[in-house]
């Protein structure tokens, strides 16, 4: 059979005459059985969600849930696959990845399932399927509050209340807390890869207690005990669903193009690979993926022989990121992400894996957004910004030659810090007098290709004839040389010798030229009816002064070319 499991589309044990037909799995609970599927995932589960492969109306469910790394951030290639936690995938479930309203976010009409859940109850009550029931597992674990008496309630105040639910999400909250050694999967589940369009056999092995998981006829695990109850619940004659759960509720994303029941649990390896190799043949399959063989023209690898080169398609695997970084020494440039991960951060830790064939990852530069740094980076800290309006860059595994990932389409540049400048304590915003700061018009680092705009302040301008301002370019990390000549103004009087204190007279002399910067020069001479005395190096009565270095301190000599002083010689 081929089977498409969606939401609302599964297969239940069908109905006998008198009533729903109740397979027994397990003749007693130490007796053995065995479930082998031809499956094909077509979209791993979210957070917060699990799939049902097949479920005994006890309570029992087998399935896959979200696999997450050592920090809790879920892993893209792999899914949990076993017993599904009698207690909830929610205590299993990170807490950053909890997800309260995950009908609303997701869109789903939650009202529709609730009446959907209505109409299934009447139809199905016979089997004691009724809405609202819970469990026989559930009952056993106690993990399921009872129904509680509205009446018992409304007679509690207010306060009595709020402190209740306030103590539940205490409650809830600290179960999905990650332990001091990192995540912890559920004890009844194994991490799998699950990127294989055509789809693997997988055998489930129940004997004396314990199970065990098996791929393409290969042992996935050692024996394990099966979780609590699981064994006296699954002896008990019960219908059973496939695809979903009893309610069509939590239902697997993929395809089932076998399913198959033995009772006979305690096989062996060469058993099961002998029955992988009938099975293909019955289904007339021809990709064995996985079977731990390099099928020459077809496969590039063999998970099963090299699951850590090999992709879960029999296709080369991606080398980390991070090595592709290091060969052009921009390594400490770049974060990454995975978008297909709803709320998966972004950090280094990508860069340092591998990833299957057919993957994508998120590429960001090092900055305080994707650093999630608040205010102004420390000095010591590095940033960078990329050269793409959304500062995001995205690589494909294997999109272009397989093992390999496409090449980038940004760059990282880093960022410059006026603030580490030499001149900074000279600008206005660094309290200094001597140079204005305009763009930017505070403390803050600027991109490369950004540019800072400097002027010099009032009293401190640039020489007579050049330019007003400078604009330095940031230029990954290193910021143009500033070159601007602020320099001090020279005195506002040319002053009268011998004694030169006191300004020169207007009735004597004519002082032409304007300005007093570096580079300014006044023409003095005599007025008519006065003239430079007989044997003065100025005879012909023109003296040229020019503002040069002026320091505002010092006074100048009669050799000295300067507008502090005036070496006409007095009538």
């Known amino acids: 059979m081929w089977l498409t499991f969606n939401h609302g589309s599964y297969f239940i044990t069908p109905k006998i005459a008198a009533g729903r037909l109740c397979p027994l799995l397990l003749e007693d609970p130490q007796a053995s059985f065995s479930l082998s599927f031809h499956i094909a995932i077509d979209k791993p589960p979210q957070p917060g969600d699990m799939y049902t492969l097949f479920q005994h109306e006890s309570g029992v469910r087998f399935g896959f849930m979200t696999a997450y790394d050592h920090d809790g951030d879920p892993d893209p290639d792999q899914v949990f696959i076993g017993f599904l936690p009698a207690e909830g995938i929610h205590k299993h479930t990170p807490r950053r990845y909890k997800q309260p309203a995950e009908n609303a976010t997701k869109g789903i009409d ?75 999967r559920p004890e009844s589940m194994i991490p799998i890869c699950w990127r294989q369009a055509e789809g693997n056999i997988y055998t489930l092995a129940v004997s004396g207690g314990t199970f065990r998981l098996y791929r393409m006829g290969f042992p996935l695990m050692d024996p394990a005990p099966l979780p609590y109850l699981t064994a006296d619940l699954l002896s008990r004659a019960a219908p059973i669903t496939l695809g979903c759960d009893m309610h069509g509720r939590n239902c697997f994303k993929g395809s089932m193009r076998m399913f198959h029941y033995s009772n006979i649990g305690n096989t062996t390896a060469e058993s099961n690979e002998d029955a992988v190799v009938n099975f293909f043949d019955l289904l007339a399959l021809s990709h064995r993926c996985g079977n731990g063989q390099v099928d020459n023209g077809v496969e590039e690898c063999d998970v099963q022989a090299d699951p850590d080169g090999c992709s879960c398609s029999c296709r080369m695997k991606c080398p980390p990121y991070f090595g592709l970084l290091q060969q052009q020494n921009v390594e400490k440039r770049w974060l990454a992400s995975l978008p297909d991960i709803v709320g998966a951060p972004i950090s280094e830790k990508y860069l340092h894996r591998g990833f299957d064939h057919n993957n994508r990852v998120s590429l960001y530069c090092k900055n305080e957004r994707t650093l999630n740094i608040q205010g102004t980076p420390g000095p010591d800290i590095v940033t960078y910004h990329g050269d793409l309006p959304n500062g995001m860059d995205m690589v494909l595994c294997g999109h272009q030659r397989s093992g390999n990932w496409t090449p980038p389409t940004m760059d990282c540049w880093q960022d410059c810090d006026p603030t580490q400048e030499s001149w900074w304590n000279d600008t ?32 401190n301008p640039v020489p007579k004839g050049m330019d007003t301002y400078e604009v330095l370019f940031c230029n990954d990390g290193f910021i143009d040389p500033l070159g601007l000549p602020c320099k001090s103004t020279c005195p506002r009087d040319i002053l009268m010798p011998p004694f030169y204190k006191r300004p020169v007279l207007e009735r004597k002399y004519v002082v032409e030229g304007e300005g007093y910067q570096d580079r300014a020069r006044r023409i003095v001479t005599c007025k008519d009816g006065y003239a430079a005395a007989k044997g003065s190096p100025f005879e012909k009565g023109v003296q040229e002064s020019e503002c040069i270095d002026a320091t505002g301190r010092s006074s100048c000599s009669n050799a000295e070319v300067c507008v502090r002083r005036s070496t006409f010689p007095a009538r």
């Open 110 to 184: 939650t009202e529709a399932l609730e009446e959907e859940d209505k109409k299934r109850a009447a139809k199905e009550s016979e089997s004691g399927a009724a809405e609202g029931e819970v469990s026989l597992l559930q009952q056993l674990w106690h993990q399921e509050p009872t129904p509680t008496d509205d009446s018992n309630n409304n007679n509690k105040t207010d306060a009595e209340k709020a402190a209740e639910e306030e103590q539940a999400t205490v409650e809830a909250e600290e179960i999905i807390k990650l332990p001091p050694t990192g995540y912890q």
């Open 428 to 459: 206005n915003v660094a309290g200094g007098s001597k140079l204005h700061l305009v763009v930017p018009p505070r403390p803050t680092r600027i991109r490369s290709g950004e540019i800072i705009r400097m002027e010099c302040a009032p009293h």
